[in-house]
T-cell receptor, first 113, second 115 residues
Framework: GENVEQHPSTLSVQEGDSAVIKCTYS??????FPWYKQELGKGPQLIID?????GEKKDQRIAVTLNKTAKHFSLHITETQPEDSAVYFC????????????FGKGNQVVVIP | DVKVTQSSRYLVKRTGEKVFLECVQD?????MFWYRQDPGLGLRLIYF???????EKGDIPEGYSVSREKKERFSLILESASTNQTSMYLC??????????????FGSGTQLSVL
């Protein structure tokens, strides 16, 4: 099945700087790549996603890029703010479909004021 | 807004007890999922369901069962709880894949401790 790996496991950034989290996936047939943010005491929430027919997608301060050849995709957060501190999960949908996502292990992002 | 409600935020049970974790969603979603979240292991799929009375095993179904008698409710059952089932349990729902909407809506989680 699909294997998704995230790096780094923990990332600390100064407020205002950019943060980048990278994920790699194993199945070249995967076609949907969402990112979820989990704040303390809450369930994960979708913040941005990208499909395999698109190379980049942006929504305000967050963006996701996809490199299908290298089988990796990255989350970019610009002008980080304290409220960006959270655990971020990347995922890839398996070719069997039916909304079955393979999640990475998560990244703890800490924004230092 | 979609709401996925898990019945308990914290639960403490004893080894060998039968445990029920309940989840209810209010958006008429066909798909429902149970994940467990452990530090360093991310989110692992236990069971999922595409329709009432239907269930499919996820990646780690051993020691668990599920029940989906009504569309809005998906229950996770630990037949005989063990200490290695101490974990955060997350329920999620989503609309059918045919709508190309694969967005998962998660509940806030149930932190289960088995003593």
């Amino acid at each position: 099945g699909e294997n998704v790996e995230q790096h780094p496991s923990t990332l600390s950034v100064q407020e205002g700087d950019s943060a980048v989290i990278k994920c790699t996936y194993s199945d070249s047939a995967s076609n949907y790549f969402p990112w979820y943010k989990q704040e303390l005491g809450k369930g994960p929430q979708l913040i941005i996603d990208i499909r395999s027919n698109v190379g980049e997608k942006k929504d305000q301060r967050i963006a996701v890029t996809l490199n299908k050849t290298a089988k990796h995709f990255s989350l970019h957060i610009t002008e980080t703010q304290p409220e960006d501190s959270a655990v971020y999960f990347c995922a890839a949908s398996t070719p069997s479909g039916n909304n079955r996502l393979a999640f990475g292990k998560g990244n703890q992002v800490v924004v230092i004021p | 807004d979609v709401k996925v409600t898990q019945s308990s935020r914290y639960l403490v049970k004893r080894t060998g007890e039968k445990v029920f974790l309940e989840c209810v969603q209010d958006m008429d979603h066909e798909n429902m999922f149970w994940y467990r979240q452990d530090p360093g292991l991310g989110l692992r799929l236990i069971y999922f369901s595409y329709d009432v009375k239907m269930k499919e095993k996820g990646d780690i179904p051993e020691g668990y069962s599920v029940s989906r008698e009504k569309k809005e409710r998906f229950s996770l059952i630990l037949e005989s709880a063990s200490t290695n089932q101490t974990s955060m349990y997350l329920c999620a729902s989503s609309a059918p894949v045919v709508t190309t909407n694969e967005k998962l809506f998660f509940g806030s989680g149930t932190q289960l401790s088995v003593l």
